[in-house]
């Protein structure tokens, strides 16, 4: 089974940066898209970026612009690299990544266990 591992979070000001990282296991499986979601307090989790085994990648409308999502295939690793963040960014931010263990085979995921961001204004 694939495990996530993540890094990188922690306590900014506005208008700084943080870039979060993380790292799939490997194993006799393919990793398809990965991506990060983010959970703010008593809010639903939302879609933040992803980014296809291909290189196509997608971002939420509220961080295009601000947010690079990256990929390293030899390292099985995706990274987020957060720009100008606000207040409003703070939530925990949790990596995504859907695998198969062969061409055809039904599609998984698996969530990493999170990493707080903080941004204090």
């Known amino acids: 089974q694939v495990q996530l591992v993540e890094s990188g979070g922690g306590l900014v000001q506005a208008g700084e940066s943080l870039r979060l990282s993380c790292a799939a296991s490997w194993g006799m499986f393919s990793i398809r898209t990965m991506g990060w979601y983010r959970q703010a307090p008593g809010q639903q989790r939302e879609l933040v970026a992803t980014?296809?085994?291909?290189?196509?990648?997608n971002y939420a409308d509220s961080v295009k612009g601000r947010f690079t999502i990256s990929r390293d295939n030899a390292k099985n690793t995706i990274y987020l690299q957060m720009n100008t963040l606000k207040p409003e960014d703070t939530a925990v931010y949790s990596c995504?990544?859907?695998?198969?263990?062969?061409?055809?085979?039904?599609?998984?995921?698996?969530w990493g266990q999170g990493t707080l961001v903080t941004v204090s204004s």
């Open positions: 980014i296809t085994s291909g290189g196509t990648t």
């Open positions: 995504n990544a859907e695998y198969q263990y062969y061409t055809g085979s039904r599609l998984l995921e698996v």
